[in-house]
């Protein structure tokens, strides 16, 4: 491979031969760059946002993206190569000479063999390994089974993981993880239990697939990785959508990937195909075909495993670091290491991430490290000695225990003393054990435990793990490990978590953050609701009718920038969406005027304390008033994306059920319309439906109990929802299922009666309106007792206001302007009119009227554009315009003398109209007005009908008038030869000329001259007869009447009959809906028929015109009510819509299929804890036998301390003695019991002993706790020297050793000086107080805070104190936070004080021959107004900038040095105060 690592020069031509094919040279195979075949990764993001994104990244026929990465690349990452070729005393596995780098000659840059400036110089692989642009990256593609495809990546060991990180996220379109996963283990294939290889493996996929997490392997098709491949694949080929996509990154060696030729290509490989070979991969390792990412790590070696680790750490520390914003919620990507088996590196491994902080999940029964750590980690630290570690390694390092020297065994014993120590970064995976059958929890409870565990001011780790647990959408990890009695949640603390849940669609979270007291009065306000329209899905409907407002808007005031979401816009959209009926939901506010909460951004701390939370808002005087509430309104948000299961749990919430169930149903059927997506209508429509049950099954309920107040919450005024009513809101939603109800068909039969009983027949009405002194006698019986005396006046009044009365009297009233208009029209039209005709015309004058009345009735102050729209709508309404404008064409024409004649025609086609308006009438029968209805929706099929019908008669009338007849100039013919003549041949009137057989000239003319007659066809000159082809004629018209007659007219046929069934299935409902309009019609008309309603029109235009009243409602149809009855009525409602709800989950309970899958669901978890049963039986047995081999121990100790005893007293002697068991029984019980006389005596120095000395790249000597003290033999101690700013690191220490014992290193270190370091802690604490001075108690003991300070270049937080300088009182740094001048009082202040501590401090700067001991004292303020602490606030300072100095509430959790801890320990001893 001559070529290797060269950047030549290669046309975009060339690339096609480069990439596929091994050994080519990249500048002899000419090929196009459009030749380029883009594949999208098929496994990439867990979530579909990203799937998007990737998308977009790269799609299908675009190269722009693509060749965005082909410059990118090259441009940031590099790989490295060899430039200097060294012989090794090695060869390769075909036996070849190889370089110290381990690649062959062939394998190097053409002028590495005899580079003249390294001439005679060892290799070095910083001097001889350079970095050069990349030239191995784009898809992978494993050829074989499956064609699976991947992204892959050859980078630089010295890679900034930034680097890697931004080609993730931006350029392969992943989106950030909400966890990232580090899987560590054996490199080898290893045998582990199938039980534990499928709980590791769903666990593992179900962790990554419910978090959106990242899983990051070594990428090789072997040991662990390969076991994480498998999960993998295994899930997607179990999963049925591509929702199911996990992330899983391969971070493997390039030189270490056989058969990696072949992903070598200069310009990208898009695909490089990849074979997975493994039987004959030697000492190389093959990358696995189920990771999605690899990221190749190239230090310019062969053959070398390991490399990758640094970078790999690096990356995701770097990861881990960032923070990523999700739902409003920042949160820093937390990691977790899971571990599988393993060796030596693996020890490595998880030492580095518990020494980093990062929580590890050891996976027990995987066998190795992995079951060496688990066994152990249960011990206390004492008893972890270098004899059971030896013991463990034996057990469980059959094959290669023998390589293990003592200094490894030390080391070892060390590293996993360090380990168990951590406790909280150290979760063992058990198999059945309790709390614990999943992986997933494993991992999840890792991580809690680490945060929880966490050092922290105040309770951020609380919050930190809500924000994991709603980031990962575990809520069953946020009920069992979070919401626990181990801290108090106030409900003001999860309002960010709420409104993350919210955006981020999260249901259960939603539902247990109100379970846990969040009340969403206090939670939503105006800004709230701001912010979450402003965060909705891109992809909602509604999001995009937003901002069409917004453009509008903008185009509007002629801005530039694109206006923020308002309230007023959402109500804009919402009102189109709800209807016309309803009042603006949120009026748009003045800039002045507009009402502002103190609302923080959800993603930031709520500050919300003490404020002021109101649910409403109100305008000054003489502004709209509006309601917001809170319920209401995140209802609307939820609904109008169309999120389900969200609806459900608030809509469970809100007061105003009713209501809300039916404007919810009206805003999806709205929004059906105009969503492209199909299933998305059908989801939405489906929706619609659920929630018109939800209001019938309320309402239902409501009316069995109490049918007065059911039907009052019909008619009240809902002011949440625009000033509207839930009938009307049922109306605009045409829910016919809900106003076919019986409920509300009752109320309606009630309105129509007025104030009579609904039970008086039909006759009775009639009889009483042609005699009316009947109606005091005791035919007519009425509702109100008030009317029930036979000669009261208002039972008059009464009886002709009913809506029943009224509308039969407008229908006699009706019949007798019919029968005047048509007794006008045929028998008394004269020249001037009768008087019967100035009758007619009055008459009319009446209906105009009432037209016009109708049409500015306005008792709700739409306005008149508003009413004039609604009042169009009515088809009713149109025909009663078009009649009146066609009669007054006609009277028009009338009164002009010369037009009589076309005025009585236009007159006749008014009285057409009229008499079609009577059909209207016929809606109230409930027979025919079903029929209307199918006759208006056969109006339609029939208009659609005559386009189809149209093609047919003028394809047919032309063809037929070209054949037959020669240039007809008339158009009336023309029009009657192409289209009257074809239409009436449909129904048998077929022209007697078209065949020629019964043709006679004398029925037509010859030149066309005779305007009554038709021009003749061709015809003979000399015989006249016709010259045209019958045959043809004959033939298009059997097959114009085939096709007409029999399949058009049959199809439409079919049409209506298809009209008829669908209406007739529904017959009860459309009658009942359309019977309201009829109902509410009479119900505000004025009772007088035309002409004598003229009467009540005058009273109305004295009314409203002179007095100025205001139109209004009537009581029955639209109630205000009081606030008292009103509140009264909503609470009654709830409690029922919760009666509901509950005899809802019942019924599904009951369900049979719901059964089916409840039984099967116990079968399931029954077979679950039988497995675990076997488990713990197993384990329990084996406990049993050891605490039997114990106390077996115990007693024969007991036994040989009673015989020493005895034969101490001079009973018996030695001799008699018998033997107490054998020596090797004996050593391994030393071995596992020993440490009890140590867990009774102060633990040694433990951060003196940290492996890396602090600010340096030292490695101290492992010395574990048993070889700490200077007593214990320890003859293979042989520790470093490191002493700062000293050359000379071979010197001997003259000086004395430390006397706590060892630490494994000589020398100074970073100490200024030989022995004891001396240093000054002051601990200055005061009582923690409320607002009114009295202290705060935390489990019954008083709180402390104390000072702290957080110097330059430190992460952690500090005693304010450190080392003294000979000569000096007081240390530097205490100097550096108080001024001068209060420098001797405050030495007073620790002369008054208690020493609480006075000798050794475990520092980790100590050595063998240096180390620190500082005097810590106690200055403690009582009293809050102690003059000297008022003095020591005024004198803190800080000489800069970046030193914080700050009063700190004293918790074991605060984020303080270790060995400061223990001081603060002693203090709040000393104080008795809470710690």
């Known amino acids: 491979m001559a070529a290797r690592g060269r950047r030549t020069k290669v046309l975009p031509s060339e690339l096609n031969k480069v990439c596929p094919e091994r050994g080519d040279d990249p500048a002899t195979h000419p090929r196009k760059m459009s030749d380029f075949e883009v594949v999208p990764n098929l496994q990439q993001s867990s979530s579909s946002v990203s799937k998007s994104r990737r998308k977009a990244h790269f799609p299908i026929g675009s190269n722009e993206k693509q060749e965005n990465l082909i410059s990118w690349i090259p441009e940031n990452i590099r790989k490295k190569e060899c430039t200097y070729f060294v012989e090794s005393s090695q060869t390769s596995d075909s036996g070849r000479i190889v370089c110290e780098c381990g690649y062959l000659r062939e394998q190097h840059l053409e002028d590495a063999a005899k580079p003249p400036i390294f001439l005679g110089k060892e290799w070095d692989p910083s001097r001889h390994i350079q970095e050069r642009p990349t030239d191995a990256f784009g898809d992978i593609h494993f050829t074989g089974l499956g064609q699976k495809m991947g992204k892959y990546v050859r980078v630089s060991s010295d890679t900034p993981p930034r680097v890697i990180y931004h080609l993730m996220t931006q350029h392969w379109g992943l989106d950030a993880p909400n966890l990232l996963i580090s899987v560590t283990g054996g490199a080898k294939n290893f045998i582990m239990k199938p039980r534990l290889k499928n709980i590791f493996r769903q666990g593992l996929v179900k962790v990554a697939q419910t978090t959106g997490a990242w899983i990051i392997t070594g990428g090789s098709h072997a040991g662990v990785m390969k076991q994480v491949g498998e999960a993998v694949r295994d899930f997607i080929l179990s999963c049925s959508h591509k929702e199911g996509e996990i992330v899983t990154i391969g971070i493997a060696t390039w030189g270490t990937v056989y058969n990696r030729e072949s992903l070598i290509c200069p310009m990208g490989g898009f695909p490089a195909e990849y074979v997975l070979d493994e039987e004959n991969q030697g000492s190389l390792s093959c990358l696995d075909s189920n990771h999605s990412h690899f990221i190749l790590v190239d230090d310019g070696t062969h053959g070398r495993y390991g490399v990758e680790i640094p970078l790999r750490t690096r990356l995701e520390k770097f990861i881990s670091e960032q923070t990523k914003v999700k739902g409003g919620v920042a949160i820093k990507i937390p990691i977790v290491c899971v571990v599988l088996e393993g060796g030596p590196g693996t020890l490595d491994t998880i030492y580095n991430a518990i020494t980093n902080g990062t929580p590890c999940v050891i996976v027990e029964g995987s066998g190795r490290v992995a079951d060496v750590i688990a066994q152990v980690a249960s011990l206390p630290v004492p008893k972890i000695t270098v004899a059971l570690i030896q013991k463990k390694l034996s057990m469980f390092f059959h094959d290669t225990y023998e390589l293990f020297t003592e200094g490894k065994l030390v080391e070892w014993t060390k590293k996993i003393q360090d380990i168990v120590r951590s406790r909280q970064l150290l979760t063992i995976f058990r198999e059945g054990k309790y709390g614990q059958q999943d992986v997933d929890v494993a991992i999840l409870q890792a991580l809690l435990k680490a945060s929880r565990n966490q050092d922290h001011f105040g309770r951020e780790n609380w919050d930190h793990q809500l924000k994991l647990a709603v980031a990962w959408n575990r809520v069953d990890i946020a009920r069992s490990e979070i919401f626990t009695d181990d801290h108090e949640w106030k409900p003001t603390d999860l309002h960010p978590v709420m409104a993350a849940a919210l955006i981020s669609n999260k249901p259960e979270f939603v539902k247990l953050f109100l379970e846990q007291g969040v009340r969403l009065k206090e939670f939503v306000n105006w800004d709230t609701l701001v912010y979450l329209y402003d965060n909705m899905a891109p992809s909602c409907l509604f999001h995009s009718k937003l901002q069409k407002v917004l453009l509008e808007e903008r185009e509007h005031t002629a801005g530039s920038k694109m206006p923020r979401i308002q309230l007023h816009h959402v109500s804009q959209v919402l009102r189109e969406l709800l209807g016309c009926s309803t009042q603006p939901l949120y009026p748009k506010p003045k800039h002045t005027e507009r009402p502002r909460l ?4 959800p993603h930031i701390k709520l500050n919300v304390q003490g404020s002021s939370l109101r649910s409403l808002y109100k305008r000054s005087a003489g502004r709209v008033t509006f309601t917001m509430d809170p319920v209401r309104d995140l209802l609307i948000w939820a609904v109008v994306q169309n999120r389900k299961e969200l609806a459900e749990i608030i809509w469970a919430q809100s007061q105003d059920c009713m209501a809300a169930a039916l404007a919810c149903s009206k805003i999806l059927k709205e929004l059906a319309k105009e969503e492209e997506d199909t299933d998305t209508t059908d989801d939405m429509l489906a929706l619609a439906e659920q929630y018109e049950q939800k209001a019938i099954g309320v309402f239902t309920d409501c009316y069995r ?23 009307q809101l049922a109306l605009e939603a045409k829910n016919m299922n809900f106003v076919s109800h019986g409920g509300v068909q009752a109320f309606l039969t ?37 009317l029930q005396p036979m000669g009261c006046l208002t039972r008059l009044r009464a009886f002709f206001t009913a809506p029943v009365v009224i509308f039969h009297m407008n229908i006699l009233s009706y019949f007798t302007f019919l029968l005047l208009f048509a007794y006008v029209l045929m028998v008394d039209f004269q020249p001037l009119p009768s008087w019967r005709e100035y009758l007619l015309y009055f008459w009319l004058f009446s209906l105009v009227c009432e037209e016009t009345r109708q049409l500015l009735y306005d008792p709700d102050g739409f306005g008149v554009v508003k009413m004039a729209s609604l009042y169009f709508k009515d088809f009713w309404n149109k025909l009663d315009i078009c009649a009146i404008l066609v009669f007054i064409t006609g009277l028009t024409c009338r009164l002009i003398p010369s037009t009589l004649y076309p005025g009585r025609i236009v007159l006749s086609l008014a009285f057409i109209i009229f008499c079609l308006r009577l059909m209207h009438i016929f809606t109230v029968s409930k027979t025919l007005g079903p029929k209307i209805i199918i006759v208006k929706r056969m109006m339609k099929d029939v208009f659609f009908f005559l386009f189809l019908l149209a093609v047919w008669v003028v394809s047919f009338g032309v063809a037929k008038q070209a054949i037959l007849i020669h240039n007809e100039e008339r158009v009336e013919w023309l029009f ?36 009554y007659k038709p021009k003749c066809p061709e015809t003979n000159e000399d015989n006249k007869k016709p010259i045209f082809p019958e045959w043809l004629t004959v033939i298009l018209l059997c097959l114009y009447l085939l096709f007409t007659n029999i399949l058009l007219l049959n199809l439409l046929i079919a049409m209506f009959n298809y009209t008829f069934q669908q209406v007739q299935e529904h017959t009860d409902q459309i009658w009942k809906f359309q019977r309201h309009d009829l109902i509410e019609e009479y119900h505000g008309r004025p009772p007088a028929p035309p002409p004598f309603i003229l009467l009540n029109h005058l009273q109305i235009l004295v009314q409203r015109g002179l007095l100025r009243k205001p139109a209004r409602h009537h009581k029955q149809l639209k109630e205000k009510l009081e606030k008292n009855e009103e509140a009264a009525l909503l609470s009654w409602e709830m409690y029922l819509k919760e009666n509901y709800l509950q005899h809802q989950q019942c019924q599904e309970k009951q369900n049979m299929e719901q059964k089916i899958r409840d039984i099967a669901q116990r079968v399931d978890v029954l077979a679950e804890l039988l497995d675990l049963d076997r488990v713990k039986k197993t384990g329990l047995v084996e406990q049993r036998l050891v605490s039997l081999e114990e106390q077996a121990h115990q007693s024969a100790q007991a036994l040989r301390w009673i015989m020493q005893a005895l034969q101490g007293s001079g009973f018996g002697s030695s001799e008699d003695v018998p033997p107490m068991g054998s020596s090797k029984a004996s050593e391994m019980r030393e071995v596992d019991l020993e440490g009890k006389a140590e867990e009774s005596q102060p633990p040694y120095h433990v951060l003196a002993r940290n492996l890396l000395y602090p600010g340096s790249h030292t490695l101290r000597f492992p010395v574990p706790d048993e070889k700490v003290p200077w007593e214990v033999d320890f003859p293979l101690y042989d520790p470093p020297a490191y002493s700062a700013d000293h050359k000379d690191m071979a010197v001997q220490d003259p000086f004395s050793p430390n006397p ?40 019954l003991k008083k709180m402390l805070e104390v000072l702290v300070a957080q110097y330059p270049l430190s992460d952690v937080w500090a005693l304010p104190g450190g080392s003294l300088e000979p000569g000096e009182t007081l240390p530097l740094k205490l100097k550096w ?69 700050r009063w700190q509430v004293l918790d074991k959790r605060s984020p303080l040095h270790a060995n400061h801890k223990e001081l603060l320990h002693k203090v709040s001893t000393l104080l008795g105060a809470y710690y």
């Not at 103190?598 to 951004?601: G, T």
């Not at 102690?1426 to 900038?1441: A, H, I, T, Y």
């Open 705 to 727: 109990k109490d049918e007065e107040r059911a039907q009052k919450l019909l008619t009240r005024v809902s002011e949440a929802w625009g000033k509207t009513t839930c009938l």
């Open 976 to 1011: 009657r030869g192409v289209v009257y003549h074809s239409y009436l041949t449909i129904f048998g009137q077929i022209p007697s000329y078209i065949d020629g057989v019964n043709f006679n000239i004398d029925q037509c003319s010859p030149n066309g001259t005779d305007p």
């Open 598 to 601: 103190s609302i923080p951004v």
């Open 1377 to 1445: 936070i108080l001024r001068r001048e209060f420098w001797p009082q405050f030495q007073n202040l620790l002369k008054q004080g208690t020493e609480i501590h006075k000798g050794y401090l475990d520092d980790p700067r100590n050595t063998d021959n240096a180390w620190v001991e500082t005097v810590a004292v106690s200055v403690h303020f009582d009293n809050q107004n102690d003059v000297e602490m008022k003095r020591l606030n005024s004198f803190l300072q800080g000489c800069d900038p970046e030193l914080c100095i």
């Open 1300 to 1339: 706590m014992g060892r630490t494994g290193l000589r020398g100074r270190g970073r100490l200024h000086c030989f022995g004891p370091n001396h240093a000054l802690h002051p601990v200055v604490t005061r009582w923690r107080r409320n607002l009114d001075g009295s202290i705060i108690r935390k489990s």
């Open 750 to 786: 009630k309105v129509w009666w007025g104030k009579m009983c609904v039970d008086n027949g039909l006759w009775r009405v009639i009889a009483c309106m042609l005699f009316f002194p009947l109606l005091y006698t005791s035919l007519i019986t009425f509702r109100e007792k008030r």
